[in-house]
Structure formats: structure tokens, C-alpha cells
């Protein structure tokens, strides 16, 4: 039944072009009229998927998928290993200490579980001081990108009384002999008008065992109100490095100056013409990674006492493959590469000679890379669409790989594989996707399929493992991911083909992924749904407005949907170095008003649509997927469902507790499941 909503319409110029929006109302979060409307969409879903009888068998099996330990990678810090670990269904992974890895005695640091009997309440950042007998620690509360830092004494295991507030992903650069560290955050709340809570933001120092309000403050400009900035230490401990950069843009700026010293930083590099970041130091040589005339990375080698362009020496120049992480050890760098979206690991000399590629399996993520410069070790976690993460350790001095985990939860890759292909998009262009199912599948032209994608902002989809998702291709579904311009897949290039007036070009090589998979005999139009969140999410529901008879079910994620007012909330105006800016540019409004979601619905049959989206995030705001199901339940002239999931004490995705994460993949599968009609 077609739920009516209620409209106020308002009516706005944009250079000349009048644009409806009716469903503006629907920003209001706090509305007595938002609230009802809400509620009702909530009864409307859960109404709809609560009748379907095998949701509860689903939802056993999902959680008996996500019950297997989780490790995540070690660092060594002081006499002891640290790390994550969850033990299948905590709701969020426990921080644990062992003076060995192979030591059963393990010794929890901090067991987030205890904070909050709800577990939305997650530790999101861990910075230990030299010695590591103090560590730095954030809390996040309901999936929210703010962050409050505590500090612990390692040998006691007691906090200090004070808390630094008002940060968001914040860097954390201890001195070298623990008296304190800087950090940036925003201002505090009321200071400033609300719309500028995300911007000014500051270096400041922190000393130990003061209150926050003696904080000292190190940098700020104020003549840019966009700019943030992190701290790091040199290797030495010799140097403060300043970074900073607006929002989102893959650009970044690089200054320095003495750790001794007061002076106004020196800058390195700050012509805003590329990315740069400092990986470490040999006492005057800064190493810094840079896409500067590579838009695949390079790393380079500074003299701070000769800084000038001129005088930069290249030690590994650009390959065909892209860095993905680059870390610096020692005499050593540790950098993984992506070729094709996968990875492969490289070790090489501060020189930029090749020492080895170190042996791992092929289609691959490399997820982490954790190196220490006394043992001589580097841990790397790496996963598949196959396999749960996998750390290993390599030994540099005997080039040793041994590994310290490996889960028996995943796939048998004896009956289930991972290929990829090679498609056409619009423009001839190749475009790598990953197709995972079982093997000796007949095609048949009607397998159930789930597509996925992303497409924006430099991100890479990677092989990565799913509980959800294994379940999905052990019930006879196949899963492909579709490595679609936007994302870092080929570096810098590959992303900057998906930007601005480009964006269409994102939606053509998806929706051609789907052509594909047609074509080819995996599926038909019946049985292939798509699925895609936040950038994601404004991907496949701009490619169901574009083709809704190419679909059977689409799963929109936390989306982005309203490109003409995103720049409005929160911090959607650090996204304008992606989309544009309807507002300010003309050339801007007239690609964004093409393909923005919520401005391209019409009167038609559109495929079963679940749009999911948190009460608490503070990143892509809910009104983004209220409007878009206002106006897509209005416009649907057929029988197929439109739904609003909303889930409360959440946000954008981090942190979320493993309850809610299976409560809500038990929605979304069971809504695949009927639309694809995979139930028995």
C-alpha cells in the first residue's frame, strides 16, 4: 500500500532554474511532522520484512557466520604486543596486552563491552607515547565521528582525570619523553555558529595531567576556516611535521620546524598540487609519499637544510601499480601495491632498491601493515572475498613469514572461487570486476547476483571478506564487485574520471557492469540486485533512476542523495572538491541537477527498493534518505516495495556494535532474498 506524505512545497533559483523541493520539511530531524513521518516508515519496514517467514532462520545462520574470533593487527609498544580481538560476537573488539604473541595469558587493556551494556560505545584511535608506558586513547559514542581522548598509565592502569574533547580524527604526536602531545580539534560547541562546528579547526599541545582548558595552541588559520591539520613526530624526535588539507581532496600541504623551537612552521611543501605525506626521517632527509607528477605515488627524499624543489631526489618513482600503504622501518620501507585491485607487498632499501616481494596470496587486500624498528619485524592482516583476515609475521633479518592467525570461518576455496574480468564500459574503457560463487557453476543466465560498488573519493574496493556476503554465495548467489572509475582502483587518474562533471561516467561504467553479468549468462534483470553505501549509495540509486528495469533490487546505504543542498549539513561542504558546488557554479548545477538522485525520480515502475540510514550520523545526515523515500514512494506506479530502515544510536558505520550489524544485514538479506527469490 502506497503511504502518502505529506507536502510544503519550496521552490529555489539556482541560475536561473527554478527546483522544486518539495519534502523539505524532512530536514528537520526534531520536527513533531519528521518524527511521525519516521515512524510510520519504521512500522511500514518492519511490517513488511517481520512477514517474512524465514527471517529468523536467516538471521541464525548470519549470526553463526559472524561468530569466529577476530584479530586485528599487533603493535609492539614497550615490553608488550597490543591488539584488537573479538571473540565472534562481542559488539565491539576488546583491547588486549601479551608480552608474547604465542603467550596465552592474555591481559585486557580496555574492554569497551563494560562502557556501555548497549555497545554503540568504541575505541577508535590508539597512540602510545615512545616507551609506551602511556597511551592515548579516543572513545566514540553512537557511531559519531567526534571523538573524546583519554589517557592511561600503562604500569598502573589508571587514567588520568582529564579529557580532550571536540576532536575528529585527530592524529595524536607524543613528545619523545612523554610530557605531553599535540592534537587538533574543532572549537567547542556555542562558540562559533553551528554551521562552523566543523571548521577552525587547531593544532593545540597538551600537557599531562592538566586540564583541557590550559591546552596550549600551536597553529590555527583563520584566514581559511576549512584548513584542518594533524601532527607527527620524526623518527628523531627532532622535528614537529605539520600537515593540513580541506575535507576530502586528494591534496595535501607539508610543513616543519624544529621540536626545540617556537618559530612559525617552514614550509615544505605548499603549493596545494598533490598529496604528500611524511613517512620518517634520517636526521636532516625528510621521506615523504607524494602523487606529484605520479598519480600512482612515489616517494621522495627532502633535505630539509636544502628544501628546494630543485633539490628533491626521487628513491622509488612511480610504477604502473599504485602504493596503497607505504611504511618506513628502519633502514626499510614496507609498501603495498595494488595492481588490478589487489595487492602485493614490497620491501625496499632507503636507497630504492627492491630487497623482496614478500610472498603472500594472490586477490588480495593488504589491510594493515604494522612495523617495528627493534625487532625487525613487520605484521601484515590481509583478507579476500574468500578468507577473514590474516595476520602475518615476516622477519626481516631471516625473512621468515610465519602467521600469528588465520580464521577457519570463511569459504573452502575448494568449492568457492574469486575470478575477475575485464568489461567494456560506455566509452571502451576496461573496467576490472571481481565475481565470487562456487565453483562448476553453470551459467545459466539466471543465478541470483549482488553487485557492488563504490566510485568516489579515491576508494578502493578490494577483496574483503563478508559474513553476510558468504552466506549469500553459499546459498547459490554470486557476488561482484565492480572496480568502477572514482576509486583509487588506478590511481589519482582513475579517481579524478569520476569527478565533477565526470560523475556520469561512474554511473556508466556500473550500470555497463550489469550489462555484463546479463550478457554473459551469470543472471537477468529478475535476479540482479546492487547494492552500494554512502558515495555508494548515491551510485546505485542514481543508476536505478537511470535504468530501474535493469534491476530487481537495490540496497542504498547510508546515501548521499540531495547534490544540490548536500554542501548544507554537516560536513558535506568538504565534499565539493568531488561534486561541485550547485550553489556557487553554474557548470556545477548543471551536471549535479543531471544525475542527482532525489532530483530524477519520475512516475514509473521502479524495482524493490531498501534504503538504510542512522538516527546519529553526523556525516551523511538521515534527511538525505528521508526525502529520497518521500519522493520515490510518491512516484512508484508499481507494486514493488519502498522501504526506510532507520537504526537507532548509530551512525555512519563506525564502531557499530556486532548486534546491530546483524540485526541489520538480517533486514537486508531477507529483503534480497524474497526480491531475488533465493528462499527455498
Known amino acids: 500500500m502506497k503511504m502518502e506524505t505529506e507536502k510544503t512545497i519550496v521552490v529555489d533559483n539556482y541560475h536561473g532554474t527554478k527546483v522544486k523541493d518539495p519534502f523539505r520539511w524532512l530536514e528537520d530531524a526534531n520536527s513533531s511532522d519528521t518524527k511521525k513521518w519516521t515512524e510510520q516508515q519504521q512500522e511500514k519496514t518492519r511490517t513488511y520484512i517481520n512477514a517474512i517467514p524465514q527471517r529468523e532462520a536467516l538471521k541464525e545462520r548470519l549470526t553463526n557466520r559472524w561468530n569466529y574470533e577476530k584479530y586485528f593487527i599487533p603493535q609492539k609498544k614497550g615490553k608488550y604486543y597490543y591488539y584488537h580481538k573479538n571473540n565472534g560476537l562481542q559488539n565491539q573488539p576488546v583491547f588486549y596486552r601479551s608480552k608474547s604473541l604465542s603467550d596465552s595469558l592474555q591481559e585486557i587493556v580496555i574492554n569497551p563491552n563494560k562502557l556501555n551494556p548497549e555497545g554503540t560505545t568504541a575505541l577508535t584511535n590508539i597512540t602510545f607515547n615512545k616507551d609506551g608506558n602511556l597511551m592515548a586513547y579516543a572513545i566514540s559514542e553512537n557511531g559519531s565521528d567526534w571523538q573524546e581522548f583519554k589517557i592511561r598509565n600503562m604500569d598502573t592502569g589508571i587514567d588520568y582525570p582529564e579529557k580532550i574533547s571536540w576532536c575528529k580524527f585527530s592524529t595524536i604526536a607524543w613528545l619523545e619523553n612523554g610530557s605531553g602531545f599535540y592534537y587538533s ?11 562552523d562546528e566543523s571548521n577552525y579547526n587547531r593544532l593545540y599541545f597538551h600537557t599531562l595531567n592538566t586540564p583541557q582548558s590550559e591546552d596550549k595552541l600551536v597553529h590555527e588559520r583563520t584566514d581559511d576556516k576549512e584548513l584542518a591539520f594533524n601532527a607527527t613526530l620524526s623518527d ?6 605539520l600537515e593540513s588539507w580541506k575535507g576530502t581532496e586528494n591534496v595535501s600541504r607539508l610543513y ?20 604528500y605525506s611524511f613517512l620518517g626521517n634520517v636526521n636532516n632527509v625528510f621521506y615523504v609519499y607524494t602523487n606529484k607528477d605520479a598519480p600512482n605515488g612515489k616517494i621522495i627524499a627532502i633535505d630539509v637544510e636544502n628544501p628546494e624543489k630543485e633539490q628533491w631526489k626521487e628513491i622509488i618513482p612511480e610504477h ?27 620491501l625496499f632499501s632507503l636507497e630504492g632498491a627492491l630487497i623482496k616481494t614478500i610472498e603472500l596470496p594472490n586477490m588480495i587486500t593488504i589491510t594493515d601493515i604494522s612495523t617495528n624498528k627493534k625487532q625487525q619485524e613487520i605484521f601484515i592482516s590481509y583478507s579476500s572475498y574468500l578468507s577473514p583476515a590474516t595476520i602475518v609475521r615476516y622477519d626481516i633479518k631471516t625473512g621468515d613469514l610465519d602467521t600469528i592467525f588465520a ?64 552466506t549469500f554465495i553459499e546459498d547459490g548467489g554470486i557476488f561482484a564487485v565492480a572496480n568502477i572509475r572514482g576509486g583509487g582502483e588506478y590511481g589519482e587518474a582513475w579517481h579524478q574520471a569520476g569527478t565533477f ?9 556500473f550500470i555497463a557492469a550489469g550489462e555484463w553479468l546479463i550478457q554473459h549468462d551469470y543472471t537477468n534483470p529478475s535476479k540482479l540486485a546492487i547494492i552500494g553505501g554512502s558515495n555508494g549509495g548515491l551510485l546505485v540509486s542514481a543508476c536505478m533512476n537511470q535504468r530501474p528495469e535493469l534491476f530487481a533490487a537495490i540496497i542504498c546505504q547510508v546515501p548521499v542523495i540531495d547534490m544540490l543542498r548536500y554542501q548544507h549539513f554537516t560536513v558535506g561542504r568538504f565534499w565539493t572538491s568531488e561534486f561541485g558546488n550547485a550553489d556557487k557554479n553554474t557548470e556545477h548545477f548543471k551536471a549535479i541537477y543531471a544525475y542527482s538522485p532525489l532530483h530524477n525520480i519520475t512516475k514509473q515502475r521502479y524495482p524493490a527498493t531498501l534504503v538504510t540510514t542512522a538516527d546519529s550520523d553526523d556525516r551523511v545526515v538521515p534527511l538525505h534518505s528521508y526525502k529520497y523515500v518521500a519522493t520515490l514512494q510518491e512516484a512508484q506506479e508499481g507494486e514493488a516495495p519502498i522501504l526506510l530502515r532507520i537504526e537507532k544510536d548509530a551512525g555512519h558505520g563506525l564502531g557499530k556494535p556486532i548486534v546491530k550489524i546483524i540485526e541489520e544485514h538480517t533486514d537486508m538479506y531477507t529483503f534480497l532474498y524474497k526480491c531475488l527469490k533465493l528462499f527455498k
Not at 462 to 468: E, K, Q
Open 236 to 241: 628523531d624526535y627532532c622535528f614537529l611535521i
Open 501 to 509: 562533471n565526470r560523475k556520469q561516467q561512474v554511473f556508466d561504467d
Open 185 to 195: 580539534r574543532f572549537p567547542e560547541p556555542g562558540s562559533v555558529a553551528p554551521e
Open 256 to 275: 616543519y620546524r624544529p621540536i626545540d623551537s617556537e618559530i612559525e612552521f617552514i614550509p615544505l611543501a605548499i603549493e596545494e598540487d598533490a598529496y
Open 320 to 346: 604502473q601499480d599504485v602504493m596503497y600503504i607505504t611504511k618506513m622501518t628502519g633502514d626499510y620501507f614496507a609498501i603495498s601495491y595494488m595492481r588490478h585491485a589487489s595487492h602485493h607487498l614490497n
Open 407 to 470: 580464521s577457519q570461518k570463511g569459504l573452502d576455496s575448494s568449492l568457492f572461487e574469486t575470478t575477475q574480468v575485464f568489461y567494456p564500459s560506455t566509452d571502451g574503457t576496461k573496467i576490472p570486476m571481481f565475481i565470487t560463487h562456487k565453483k562448476g557453476i553453470e551459467l545459466s543466465g539466471n543465478h541470483p547476483v549482488l553487485l557492488h560498488g563504490y566510485g568516489g573519493f579515491n576508494i578502493s574496493l578490494t577483496p574483503t571478506y563478508s559474513a553476510s556476503n558468504a
